[in-house]
């Protein structure tokens, strides 16, 4: 995931690489997304052309915000809008953390450099939601299967 993202509110921009253990939540994260998670909402308007993480956002950003430590590691949640709608994601420090990214880009390997106003904001709700327990589970489902398949190799 690399990709530059420099805020208009920031007089410099922003690093562009989470850590090693925050790409790898990352991804892990974006593994489990499937149309069933998605708001109702966007499951209307979701068909098979919308890129893999379109319409993830809000609880892909918050599974990453609570299994990462949320406020007390320092994360925070970020909101801005495009259009008539709004996109989630987190940031530490200097580093923007956004596990749909991808669905902006034409080619998700390309170096992107995008202006925009954001708010900081917390997420709707204290504890997980639904959907981000899901992903949450499914994550943790998922490495605990990889760990017993690389204990049993």
């Known amino acids: 995931m690399n990709y530059k ?60 915000f609570h299994m990462l430590g949320g406020k007390k590691a320092g994360y925070t949640s970020h909101c801005i809008r495009i259009d008539s709608s709004t996109h989630w994601f987190l940031r530490h420090k200097d580093t923007i953390l956004d596990p749909t990214y991808e669905q902006f880009c034409l080619n998700p390997h390309a170096r992107v450099i995008i202006s925009i106003t954001h708010i900081t904001t917390a997420f709707l709700t204290a504890l997980p939601s639904k959907r981000a327990l899901e992903i949450i589970q499914r994550v943790k ?13």
């Open 141 to 153: 489902k998922m490495r605990a299967t990889l760990n017993r398949y690389r204990t049993v190799r």
């Open 5 to 64: 993202l420099k805020l208009n509110s920031m007089s410099r921009p922003l690093s562009t690489q989470p850590t090693l253990s925050e790409s790898r939540l990352i991804q892990d994260i974006q593994s489990v997304l499937t149309p069933d998670l998605l708001h109702p909402t966007y499951l209307r308007q979701w068909n098979s052309n919308r890129p893999v993480y379109w319409g993830h956002c809000y609880a892909a950003s918050e599974a990453l």
